[in-house]
């Protein structure tokens, strides 16, 4: 199931451009292996899903995985061969804004090789550039 908004304040907001990087999210909150956006950029809750199944296949029953990010931005779409003038388009997808610095995916409880596989496999799914940190490397 993809991950959607239970309510929203706005239906349709104006969606921003990124452009500075990300204080506020560049902190690990679980501890050992993460995965850090390089580049900033919207993030589909479809993108994230599929990044999700990776990294569950890969650490089955013995690690623990967190998703820092949730799609809350909703982006508008014209369907084609609609009229100019009819106003702004329906809802199609759901997005996570990610800027520059910001822990996207933790992952404890396996070893270091394959959770270096799991999210480098992880970030190919995503449309930002990622890098795979850990506990103990500079930030």
């Given at each position: ?71 809350d931005v909703p982006f508008t779409r ?37 959770a270096k596989e799991t999210l480098i496999?992880?970030?190919?799914k995503l449309s930002v550039k990622a ?9």
């Amino acid at each position: 199931m993809l991950l959607t908004p239970k309510r929203w304040k706005y239906r349709k907001p104006i969606v921003r451009q990124l452009r500075w990087k990300s204080y506020r999210w560049s902190t690990v909150a679980f501890w050992q292996y993460w995965l850090k956006a390089i580049t900033s950029s919207y993030i589909t809750n479809k993108e994230i899903e599929s990044a999700r199944k990776v990294i569950v296949r890969a650490i089955k029953k013995t690690g623990k995985m967190w998703i820092r990010i949730f799609p809350d931005v909703p982006f508008t779409r014209k369907w084609l061969e609609m009229p100019m003038g009819t106003g702004k388009g329906d809802v199609d997808i759901y997005t996570a804004a990610v800027r520059r610095g910001r822990v996207m995916f933790e992952v404890t409880g396996i070893p270091r090789e394959v959770a270096k596989e799991t999210l480098i496999k992880a970030s190919k799914k995503l449309s930002v550039k990622a890098k795979f940190v850990e506990r103990g490397e500079i930030k």
